[in-house]
């Protein structure tokens, strides 16, 4: 092999919002794989805010990435080399890998992915982690009924827009909210939420009051201002999916906001976190989304940048509400 590897690795841990300072580009070897494993050239690299977590040294359910390894991410690639009975030269699969061309794994962490399917990228998002999240989070934390009344923020991300989508198939009415007007016009006109709000602009709590009766299921991918704005409006028995806390995950304090937990006595609610790694069946989720969206009774996009070498700025990219749908980095094609 006379390439080399160009591979993304963590320089510092980022102080608030993370900087390319913090990350270092370098070119090594390409890798070998040996017994059991095999050599895998990305295709495609998921950036996800869950990553600024792994460059936080702080206890989590996961072990943070230590400073001068390289960096991981959810990718889908192709088989190059296989030491491993299960996968051959060719075979498309996806798995926990490196911010590189070339990664080398155990054959046996790795998903294979059908590119007859669906495009491989979806491996990343609506038929990835991000939809298993929507998934298993909505129909199994927030126990919707047709009828409810479904937020959900950060709606036009990956999981938001699934989940939006899963509420209004399951006969729910959905408030989506989001950054910008792009978003919740995509929201309303191509994904069938029946309203959204723009919170750059409109004050959460006064367009709650007017659009809806109380808020059944929460699904909150964002946490902050704009939750203490939607528990204003819980419903008695309301439903708190806590998916993510965007809005927190680059302050070096938490802010101490309005204590809004006198509302749970008041309404009966239940608030419960969620963690998509719990979940085994994903395989159940995916069947069924891949059946939605194959009658498109669900959409996805794909918000795609181009290039291992701007990985950095995709990533940066989540925190300023950049994407509309899945970001991903696009690295060669197939
Ligand atoms: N618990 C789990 O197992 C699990 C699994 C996957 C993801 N998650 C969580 O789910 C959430 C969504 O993840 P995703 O992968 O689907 O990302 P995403 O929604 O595709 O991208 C992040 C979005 O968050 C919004 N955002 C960023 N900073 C914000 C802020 N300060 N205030 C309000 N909104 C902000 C931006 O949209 P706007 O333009 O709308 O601001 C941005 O586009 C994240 O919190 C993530 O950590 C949890």
């Not at 390439?3 to 993304?8: A, D, L």
């Not at 309301?238 to 938490?254: D, S």
């Not at 085994?280 to 891949?290: K, L, P, Q, V, Y």
């Not at 009658?295 to 070498?309: A, F, H, I, N, P």
Request: hydrophobic content about 40%.
């Amino acid at each position: 092999m006379t390439e080399t590897n160009r591979r993304w690795y963590l320089a510092a841990r980022p102080t608030g919002e993370p900087t390319r300072e913090d990350f270092e580009f370098r070119e090594d070897d390409v890798p070998e794989p040996g017994p059991g494993e095999v050599l895998v050239r990305t295709l495609f690299m998921s950036v996800d805010p869950y990553m600024r977590g792994r460059m936080r040294d702080a206890e989590s359910y996961a072990e943070p990435w230590a400073v001068g390894d390289p960096m991981r991410a959810g990718i889908v690639g192709e088989v190059i080399a296989s030491e491993y009975d299960g996968l051959g030269e060719g075979d498309v699969v996806n798995g926990e890998l490196e911010w590189a061309d070339y990664s080398v794994a155990p054959g046996s962490t790795l998903r294979q992915v059908d590119p007859e399917l669906a495009p491989v990228s979806t491996a990343l998002g609506v038929l990835g982690m991000p939809g298993a999240t929507a998934y298993f989070g909505f129909t199994d934390v927030g126990e919707p009924a047709p009828g409810d009344t479904v937020v959900v923020n950060a709606a036009a991300g990956a999981v938001g827009s699934v989940v939006g989508q899963l509420a209004r198939i399951g006969g729910c009415e959905v408030v989506g909210i989001a950054g910008s007007d792009a978003k919740t016009k995509w929201l309303v006109d191509e994904l069938g939420f029946d309203h959204a709000i723009n919170y750059d602009t409109e004050d959460v709590h006064a367009r709650l009051s007017e659009l809806v009766d109380g808020v059944d299921v929460y699904f909150d991918n964002v946490g902050g201002e704009i939750t203490d704005a939607v528990f204003r409006h819980l419903s008695v028995r309301a439903r708190v999916v806590v998916c993510g806390q965007i809005a927190l995950y680059n302050a070096t304090e938490i802010p101490v906001g309005p204590r809004k937990l006198t509302t749970l006595i008041q309404k009966r609610a239940k608030v419960e976190g969620v963690l998509v790694r719990d979940y085994t069946n994903w395989g159940e989720a995916f069947e069924r989304i891949a059946g939605w969206v194959a009658r498109d009774e669900l959409r996805y996009r794909e918000d795609v940048t181009e290039g291992l070498e701007n990985a950095p700025e995709a990533f940066f990219g989540l925190f300023e509400g950049e994407n509309i749908g899945k970001q991903l980095v696009k690295v060669r094609e197939r």
